[in-house]
């Protein structure tokens, strides 16, 4: 008799049902333009029984906003243990996770929907609170609480260029994920390399950081690919 009936949902089942299909179509198009009658059908439920969920399409937004940044800002918990090289190469591991399954939802909130109004301030607010989370993770991974200006530019900089690289990953995939992951890893030693050069106290913690790699481990194989090309480099430009 039961044969063919759906499974009722419990509450929080439907709730988190609702929000990954919102989160899914907000990743498309923008909130303005998905109605609460197109995510009842993509969700196999009526109209009425949306709105018991959600008092209405923004608070569905909001919702689905959050669920991605919490997820998101998870991928960046790391123990901290071991070469920190193999640590962020982890993180990445997790991160570049959430975007494969996630690709929609990833780009709402990383573009904001895109959105307007005020669901543009709630999407920039969770937005920076992702990146604030992720600041600190690696912050805290290297050990520092109170980090010098240069050191701050550098891991604002790397977690936007994270962002902003995995962005442009989902449009084609072009570049093999797992060398991507890896380029990021090499990516972050290679701004506070620079940094470095500039700042004696980011040049001490960046000695720290080597100092504790392994030979076959993330940085010391970007040493390994950019020695290989030291002798086609002019000796003008080496010197």
Not at 48 to 69: D, I, M, N, T, W
Not at 213 to 218: F, N, R
């Given at each position: 008799?039961?044969?063919?009936?759906?499974?009722?949902?419990?509450?929080?089942?439907?709730?988190?049902?609702?929000?990954?299909?919102?989160?899914?179509?907000?990743?498309?198009?923008?909130?303005?333009?998905?109605?609460?009658?197109?995510?009842?059908?993509?969700?196999?439920?009526?109209?009425?029984?949306?709105?018991?969920?959600?008092?209405?399409?923004?608070?569905?937004?909001?919702?689905?906003?959050?669920?991605?940044?919490?997820?998101?800002?998870?991928?960046?918990?790391?123990?901290?243990?071991?070469?920190?090289?193999?640590?962020?190469?982890?993180?990445?591991?997790?991160?570049?996770?959430?975007?494969?399954?996630?690709?929609?939802?990833?780009?709402?909130?990383?573009?904001?929907?895109?959105?307007?109004?005020?669901?543009?301030?709630?999407?920039?607010?969770?937005?920076?609170?992702?990146?604030?989370?992720?600041?600190?993770?690696?912050?805290?991974?290297?050990?520092?609480?109170?980090?010098?200006?240069?050191?701050?530019?550098?891991?604002?900089s790397w977690v936007?260029?994270?962002?902003?690289?995995?962005?442009?990953?989902?449009?084609?995939?072009?570049?093999?994920?797992?060398?991507?992951?890896?380029?990021?890893?090499?990516?972050?030693?290679?701004?506070?390399?620079?940094?470095?050069?500039?700042?004696?106290?980011?040049?001490?913690?960046?000695?720290?950081?080597?100092?504790?790699?392994?030979?076959?481990?993330?940085?010391?194989?970007?040493?390994g690919r950019?020695?290989?090309?030291?002798?086609?480099?002019?000796?003008?430009?080496?010197?």
């Amino acid at each position: 008799m039961t044969t063919g009936m759906r499974r009722r949902m419990g509450v929080e089942e439907r709730r988190r049902q609702l929000i990954e299909v919102a989160l899914d179509l907000f990743g498309r198009r923008s909130p303005e333009e998905v109605s609460i009658d197109e995510i009842a059908a993509a969700a196999g439920i009526s109209r009425p029984l949306v709105y018991h969920y959600f008092p209405g399409k923004q608070s569905l937004y909001e919702a689905a906003l959050r669920l991605a940044a919490d997820e998101l800002a998870g991928r960046f918990l790391e123990p901290r243990e071991g070469p920190l090289g193999a640590r962020l190469l982890r993180v990445m591991g997790r991160y570049f996770d959430f975007v494969e399954e996630h690709g929609p939802g990833f780009a709402a909130l990383m573009r904001g929907g895109p959105a307007v109004g005020s669901a543009t301030a709630t999407a920039t607010a969770t937005i920076d609170e992702v990146r604030r989370a992720a600041r600190d993770q690696i912050l805290a991974h290297l050990g520092v609480t109170d980090p010098p200006a240069r050191l701050e530019l550098v891991v604002r900089s790397w977690v936007s260029l994270a962002e902003s690289t995995a962005l442009i990953w989902l449009d084609g995939r072009r570049v093999p994920r797992r060398e991507l992951e890896l380029q990021l890893v090499h990516d972050f030693v290679a701004l506070a390399a620079v940094s470095a050069a500039y700042d004696h106290e980011t040049a001490e913690l960046l000695a720290r950081v080597l100092a504790d790699e392994p030979a076959d481990g993330p940085f010391a194989d970007l040493i390994g690919r950019l020695g290989t090309l030291l002798p086609s480099v002019p000796d003008r430009a080496v010197r």
